[in-house]
């Protein structure tokens, strides 16, 4: 073999050893590139899975924190309904009878209305409380309590001003109506019930004040109620001591 012909096939397969290594190299940088892709996309996969998870531990925490704050208000609001109601009533106390009243106060102002306060006292319930037991003076409470809230319209307000004392507001009640307003609710209450295993028929004294004939603050319409009250309980025991 001549020396031209051993060159050439010599570089015959260096060329070909060349190619298979440009071939090889090939290969194994596109499997390079399929290995580095396919880390991408694992990162990728796990990195959604992570935003989900946050996502739904995220809306979780919302709820829990929706939830409390509801149960937040919800335990707020009883606690002002507690504040706000006799227990053994269940009517509104004094705390909201002020309130009441100077709110229909200046409505009675601003429409030119009348508003009547009356201050009502059971009849006899030291009494009942001496003779029957302080459960069965509860009782009475409870009743004289359910027929004053029946008896009157949804717009009045009555209050448990404690003890055997209870405060009514009745808007547009004018003066020339007052007196019929008073004996509707004192036959109302005066129906006989069964209190400590005895009928009784409760008696109360009403005494009555109003706007704007007697004041125009709430103080003192409740004050010249309870003045009228204490009038009229005298008068009555000055009839029952004549009689």
Known sequence: MSIDAEN?????RLRGEISHAEQALKALLAELASARSEE????????????????????????????EADSAHAALQD??????????TQLPNRVVLWDRLAHDLDLAR???????????????FKSVNDRLGHEAGDQLLRQVASLLRTTLRASDTVCRMGGDEFVIVAEDV???RLTRFVDKIARA??????????????????????????????????????????KVKRARKDALRLA
């Open 110 to 124: 601003r429409h030119g209305t009348a508003l009547a306060v009356l201050y009502l006292d059971i009849d006899g």
């Open 40 to 67: 991408r996309l694992g990162a990728m996969y796990w990195l959604v899975l992570e935003n989900e998870r946050l996502y739904a531990a995220l809306e979780a925490q919302h709820c829990r924190a929706a939830e």
């Open 174 to 176: 004018q003066r020339p």
């Open 8 to 12: 050439a096939e010599q570089l015959a």
């Open 79 to 88: 606690a002002i309904r507690v504040s706000e109601t006799d227990p053994l």
């Open 189 to 230: 209450v005066g129906c006989p019930c069964l209190v400590g295993g005895e009928i009784l028929v409760p008696e109360v004294s009403i005494g009555a004040s109003s706007f704007p004939e007697d004041g125009d603050q709430p103080e003192v319409l409740v004050r010249r109620a309870d003045e009228d009250m204490y």
